[in-house]
Each structure stands twice: as structure tokens, then as C-alpha cells.
């Protein structure tokens, strides 16, 4: 029963498992009715023919095809037809099994479940039984067509059960995915609103540094650059701002390049010297980087702190 509940990747497994009980069933009232009118031979023989070709398509229907509920409400229609022409061809086109057959799919349909369905079941054959019982003088508790009757009602209900099941399960599944849509809708407003609020953070603390700051992404594009770099390299921090750190036209020159070979080697800079010209002069400089992480672990890029070496004696007593 767990296998009969079980969702999409089921469905076509299922659906044909019913299908072969119902054609099983309803072949047998074809045989039975045959050994009292063998001269329907023929009629029996064509119902049967076209109850099993109808199984031929489930051989090229894809798994995805069966799981949807429009292709089972066909099926069921179908099966419905076979059910209510077999039962008219084989004279069992009785009122009251008819009633009971329709009893039993709209119970089993509002059950919305398989194994409420074999319990409407039961309750159906007793009834059903009961009123054979009722109105037979010279009852027989094993007469074919009873029995027969009595299973094609459980198979009735297990079919009207199913289809009912997975047409909720269907409406669930949309249920669900809108209600997970929109909580990943909240989470990355709430994400993109935390990301917000901390570059907001990142750029007053940058601003206060008394050094060189540029933050860098990880696709190579300067994120920030504080007002401390436009002082050392006379460059205002604008122009730097969404600026690719390898692009030709860059102003950081070789220091431009420097960073870039940190970040594609994924080596941090730790007191890295170097000789730049600023204003027409040679300037000594001291490069270091951290990997700049964000809330929630995340990295965003590298964070380059830049300060200018007056001489050689100081860059050295800074390395002691």
C-alpha cells in the first residue's frame, strides 16, 4: 500500500497495476458468460481484443505523461467504459450493482485516499450482499458472478481512490511550491537587505581607516576604494568604483597588477613593497590583503590595504 501511495515517479506503475486487476475481472465475466452463450464468441472476443489493445500506448507513454492528472482522468473514463460495456455485453447490467458501482466511486472519490477506499469498499460489498441476499430465495455464497462482482467493486473503489489521490496530491504539490517560492522570495529580500545594510557598514569603516582601503570582488571589479587611496595616489575613489582591476586604462598602474596576481594566485599579500609614480615621483609602497567575508560566511572578495613608505629605513623597521 506504501508503494501505491507513493507520488510521481510511481504513477505509471500504478495506474497500470489497477488497470490489469479491472481487465482481469472484467475477462473473467467474459469467460463465464461465454460457457452459458457460447455463440457470443465473437462479441467476447473483440471486447477483448479492444480491452487489451487499450494497454499498447502505456508501452511509448513516458513516465512524466502518466503523472499528470488530466491523462489519469482519461484513463479513468476510459476504464469507466470498459467497466459499464462489459457489464451491458455479459448481462450483468443489474440496478443494483449499477448502484453499488456508483456508490462506490463517489465514496472512494471523497476519501481521497486508497486505504479509506478499500474500507468503502467493504462497506459496499456488505451492502451489496446483503440486498443479493435480500431479495434471493436460493442464495449462493459462491456463485461466480457474485464474487467477481464483489472484487470489481474493491477495484472500482481502489481506482476512484487513486485518481481522487493524486488529483489533491497534485493541488498540494502547487500549494507547497508557491508557499516555498515565495519563503525563497523573503530570504533573498531579507539576504539582499542584510547585504545592503552591511556595505553600508563595510564603506563607514573604510571611510574612518587612517589607511589605503580597496575592495575588490571576486570577478576582479573594484567594489569601494576610500578617500584615503584618492589622497596617496591623487585619484578620486569614483573613478575607481566599478572599474575591472586588469583593464588597460586602469590608474593603479602596476599596483593594479600586483593585486590582480594575489587574487588570480590566491596568495595574500603581507607587507608587499613596491615602487610606484605618483605626481611625478617615485614613491615607496606597502600593499597588504584579507579575503573579505560577508554575513553568513560568504566571501565577497579581497580587501587591499594601501599606505605609503617614506623610506627604506622605515619599510624596514616596519618589517622588524
Not at 23 to 47: G, T, V
Not at 188 to 197: H, I, K, P, T
Amino acid at each position: 500500500m506504501n508503494e501505491m501511495q507513493a507520488v510521481a515517479p510511481e504513477v505509471k506503475k500504478n495506474v497500470l497495476f489497477i488497470r490489469i486487476l479491472l481487465a482481469l475481472l472484467l475477462l473473467c465475466f467474459a469467460f463465464f458468460y461465454y460457457q452459458s452463450r457460447p455463440e457470443d464468441l465473437i462479441k467476447i472476443l473483440i471486447y477483448s481484443g479492444i480491452l487489451l489493445g487499450s494497454f499498447i500506448p502505456f508501452i511509448f507513454l513516458s513516465e512524466e505523461k502518466c503523472e499528470t492528472v488530466r491523462f489519469q482522468n482519461i484513463v479513468f473514463m476510459v476504464d469507466l467504459g470498459f467497466l459499464l460495456s462489459g457489464l451491458f455485453l455479459f448481462n450483468h447490467f443489474a440496478t443494483t450493482f449499477l448502484i453499488t458501482i456508483f456508490l462506490t466511486l463517489f465514496i472512494s472519490a471523497l476519501s481521497q485516499s486508497i486505504g479509506r477506499s478499500i474500507l468503502v469498499s467493504f462497506f459496499v460489498i456488505g451492502i451489496y450482499v446483503y440486498m443479493i441476499y435480500y431479495k434471493s430465495d436460493n442464495f449462493n455464497y459462491l456463485d461466480p458472478f457474485l464474487l467477481l462482482s464483489c472484487a470489481l467493486l474493491m477495484v472500482v473503489a481502489i481506482h476512484a481512490g487513486y485518481l481522487a489521490y493524486r488529483t489533491v496530491q497534485e493541488e498540494k504539490e502547487i500549494i507547497d511550491l508557491a508557499r516555498k517560492a515565495n519563503m525563497l522570495t523573503e530570504k533573498v529580500r531579507e539576504g539582499d537587505q542584510l547585504a545592503l545594510n552591511y556595505a553600508a557598514t563595510l564603506k563607514n569603516i573604510l571611510d574612518s581607516l587612517p589607511l589605503g582601503a580597496i575592495a575588490v570582488s571576486t570577478n576582479n571589479a573594484i567594489i569601494f576604494a576610500n578617500a584615503k587611496v584618492g589622497r596617496i595616489l591623487d585619484i578620486h575613489p569614483k573613478n575607481l568604483s566599478n572599474l575591472h582591476l586588469l583593464a588597460n586604462n586602469s590608474p593603479l598602474g602596476d599596483l593594479a597588477l600586483t593585486m590582480g596576481n594575489s587574487i588570480k594566485n590566491r596568495f595574500e599579500l603581507k607587507k608587499e613593497y613596491l615602487m610606484m609614480n605618483s605626481n611625478g615621483q617615485m614613491k615607496r609602497f606597502r600593499l597588504d590583503s584579507t579575503p573579505g567575508v560577508g554575513p553568513g560566511g560568504s566571501v565577497w572578495g579581497t580587501l587591499f590595504l594601501l599606505q605609503e613608505a617614506q623610506t627604506i629605513s622605515e619599510s624596514e623597521t616596519d618589517e622588524s
